[in-house]
């Protein structure tokens, strides 16, 4: 009922920038929570940054003071700006939706995305 479809990865140089977006689609009425997590080769899945639907922001102290995330809740998207890449940002970025209501129901539930490879080279 709910698809998570993310955009923007790809391969930069070290100190560029990448922009990503998640849309979610579906019955929707309500997202709480939406997120980027990331997993690189060998390594756990690890947040990034999340943002509550009022906006209030988290951040990995790893990416704090260059990336930046939003979100657009009439459109249900998630954006996550990255500037001052480093090598060590590469990997599989994840959005995640938390706390998602569809509409009709009361319960709620939790969706990702099938992951977008951002790669940076040294």
């Known amino acids: 009922q709910v698809q998570l479809v993310e955009s923007g990865g790809g391969l930069v140089q070290a100190g560029g920038s990448l922009r990503l977006s998640c849309a979610a689609s579906g019955r929707i009425f309500s997202i709480s929570l939406m997120g980027w997590y990331r997993q690189a080769p060998g390594k756990q899945r690890e947040l990034v940054a999340a943002i509550t639907s009022g906006g209030s922001t988290n951040y990995a102290d790893s990416v704090k003071g260059r990336f930046t995330i939003s979100r657009d809740n009439a459109k249900n998207t998630v954006y996550l700006q990255m500037n001052s890449l480093k090598p060590e940002d590469t990997a599989v970025y994840y959005c995640?939706?938390?706390?998602?209501?569809?509409?009709?129901?009361?319960?709620?539930?939790?969706?990702w995305g099938q992951g977008t490879q951002v790669t940076v080279s040294s």
């Open positions: 995640n939706a938390g706390g998602l209501r569809i509409i009709g129901t009361m319960s709620l539930y939790d969706y």
